[in-house]
């Protein structure tokens, strides 16, 4: 099996699942409790929180542990527009017409019951936002900008610090949903100019189950979850510390490695688009050309079932996807696709694969000359 599917989730890393282990058998305390087992616990916590905050140049007290990217999300942009909100003027929220169903389900419940009002903003044909129409979008009520850090399935990368020095200029917070960058772009808190970032631990090497929130300074959060006060009063709930454990071992391993992986790793992608794109005539990249993830490729394949052409791919051992993991088993044209320019019927063609730091040169060589063999089978079959 060649596993091309590392947008929707990766393997644990060896590393962090060492890291851990000791957590879920001997060190098993709450880290709430006041006694030895449980301070052992709450020591590992705080250890992991630095260890974040030093991967992204945050302070410690700036990181909450969630659950995964939709729960930091949901914290993040719930949690920034109903802080400290005036409730007679709840303001008005920007966001991507591409981004993950994450933030765009989490600003529609705004809409719906706090009554926020909503912008979307448009991308290029490439899923790049322009600056211009952040601009005209703002208005002196604008209390938060929502602005993914690089596209779940066409892989195209934003211009993160521009769009974030735009809205904090007018008086707007920015978060931006960095699920995808995680392990692949710079993460520097300070030199993106945001506000908040959303993370996710499945993403880069730690196990499903864990993520992290960043959020700047004293802005006031509104939790989600009320009880117990952990996380600094901004998420109640006993915290899971070996999956903290192994976030923070993965997130700091993949940026170590982030500057040799990613070059390689484009390199591959490089190759393996020129490849489909020569043996497949009619297959047409999606997403920026340049200004993409490294290990993104995003095809649509007309004329063919985009469904039809993964079981092909699969039958010949090459584990890929249509787009999201989270809208698998869909009917409806990707979102991202449409919202960039495609027809529908278009849209239902896409296929996305992406590689990982394991990835080889043999591998994506032989996924590449697959994916021709697949499309062809499709094209046969009438599919």
Same mark, same amino acid.
């Given at each position: ?5 590392? #947008? ?33 616990? !709450? ?52 966001? =991507?017409?591409?981004?993950?169903? !994450? ?6 419940? +705004? ?26 979008? +703002? ?5 938060? &900008? ?51 970032? $959303?993370? $996710?631990?499945?993403? +880069?090497? #730690? ?8 959020? %700047? ?26 999956? #903290? ?58 004329? =063919? $079932? ?12 090459? &584990?890929?996807?249509? /787009?999201?993991?989270?809208?698998? /088993? ?8 449409? !919202?960039?320019?495609? #027809? ?7 296929? %996305?694969? =992406? ?29």
């Amino acid at each position: 099996m060649i596993y091309l599917d590392n #947008a929707a989730t990766t393997p644990v890393r060896r590393e962090a699942l060492e890291a851990m282990w000791p957590f879920l058998t001997g060190n098993f305390g709450n880290p709430s409790s006041h006694h030895h087992v449980g301070e052992a616990a !709450a020591a590992a916590l705080k250890q992991a929180r630095q260890s974040v905050a030093r991967s992204l140049g945050a302070r410690a007290g700036d990181v909450v542990f969630t659950s995964g990217g939709t729960e930091s999300d949901n914290l993040a942009i719930k949690g920034l527009a109903l802080g400290n909100l005036d409730t007679e003027a709840p303001g008005h929220l920007i966001t =991507t017409a591409i981004e993950h169903e !994450a933030v765009l389900e989490t600003v529609d419940y +705004l809409h719906r019951l706090h009554g926020f009002e909503v912008t979307l903003l448009p991308t290029d044909a490439h899923g790049r936002v322009r600056a211009d129409d952040l601009r005209e979008s +703002l208005r002196p009520n604008t209390r938060l &900008v929502s602005v993914h850090y690089a596209n779940n399935e066409v892989g195209t990368v934003q211009p993160l610090a521009e769009l974030a020095g735009i809205a904090r200029a007018a008086g707007a917070r920015f978060h931006t949903d960095a699920v995808q960058a995680g392990g692949w772009l710079p993460l520097d808190v300070t030199a993106l100019g945001v506000d908040a970032l $959303s993370l $996710s631990g499945h993403k +880069l090497g #730690a196990p499903p189950g864990i993520g992290a929130l960043f959020v %700047r300074g004293r802005l006031p959060l509104e939790p989600l979850l009320h009880g117990g006060g952990q996380e600094r009063g901004k998420r109640s709930g006993t915290e899971n510390v070996a999956g #903290a454990v192994a976030f923070a071992v993965a997130l700091e391993l993949s940026l170590r490695e982030r500057s040799e992986t990613a070059e390689r790793v484009a390199r591959l992608r490089d190759e393996f688009i020129a490849t489909v794109l020569r043996r497949s005539p009619t297959a047409r990249l999606t997403g920026h050309p340049t200004e993409r993830l490294p290990g993104t490729a995003s095809f649509v394949f007309p004329g =063919t $079932s985009g469904e039809a052409v993964l079981l092909e791919l699969e039958r010949r051992g090459i &584990v890929c996807s249509s /787009g999201s993991a989270c809208a698998a /088993g869909s009917s409806e044209p990707s979102h991202v696709l449409t !919202a960039m320019g495609f #027809a529908a019927e278009v849209a239902q063609t896409a296929v %996305r694969f =992406t590689l990982s730091a394991s990835s080889s040169a043999d591998e994506v060589a032989l996924a590449a000359a697959s994916v021709h063999d697949a499309v062809a089978a499709v094209h046969r079959l009438g599919a």
